[in-house]
């Protein structure tokens, strides 16, 4: 039997995705530093709809994640701890708070599981 496509792995694909996070990061503020002309500033009204879409997604990730299996729990509950700061690394306050809440959207997911942690 020949040996699994590591590309298709899904420890390898997640330990890609996580690697990403920190180059990805910075690659994205940079181009937020950027100012285009021809894009204008979000009005108030656009960022309220940004507001809502991000609680609806919140709590559609929350349905989710209380659907979930442990191990899925238990890479989401990785993946904060992964994004927090390391020994070496500048604290950064939004790093942490993202940490943080992902911690506590699966947190809140647990008051909605049908399924009972083993």
């Keep these: 039997m020949p040996d699994p496509d590591p590309l298709q792995d899904p ?3 997640r330990r890609r995705a996580i690697s990403r996070w920190d180059n990805e990061g910075g690659a994205i503020e940079s181009v937020a530093q950027r100012t285009h002309p021809d894009v204008p500033d ?3 009204a656009e960022l309220v709809q940004l507001r809502i879409r991000v609680i609806a997604l919140e709590n559609l ?3 989710a994640l209380a659907e979930g299996s442990d191990r899925q729990l238990q890479v989401a509950r990785d993946m904060a701890d992964y994004i927090a700061p390391r020994p070496g690394f500048t604290h950064h306050p939004l790093t942490i708070q993202a940490a943080d809440h992902m911690t506590d959207l699966v947190n809140r997911a647990l008051h909605f ?3 009972q942690p083993s």
Excluded: D, G, K, P
């Design 61 to 63: 990730m929350i349905a």
């Design 11 to 13: 420890a390898e694909i």
């Design 113 to 115: 599981r049908t399924v």
């Design 42 to 44: 979000l009005t108030n």
